[in-house]
């Protein structure tokens, strides 16, 4: 079984949360075909915006979503 992984970020209205502010200006990084490809994405995004508080990236682990029995 494929372990999807979606990768994404955008404005947040509180740094400690993940409620995205403005759903149409989401930057959807990609969907990867494993965790360690999803997190060095992540990663990558993350850093290039660390010094901006309110953009968060995110990785959504898909597979959980499309069976919620895989772990």
Do not use: C
């Amino acid at each position: 079984m494929q372990k999807l992984h979606l990768v994404m970020g955008g404005r947040v209205a509180d740094p400690q949360k993940i409620e995205f502010t403005e759903l149409d200006k989401l930057d959807l990084v990609g969907v990867f075909p494993d965790f360690a490809s999803a997190e060095e994405a992540w990663r990558s995004n993350a850093q290039r915006t660390v010094d901006d508080a309110e953009m968060k990236y995110v990785i959504v682990h898909l597979h959980r979503l499309l069976d919620p029995g895989l772990d």
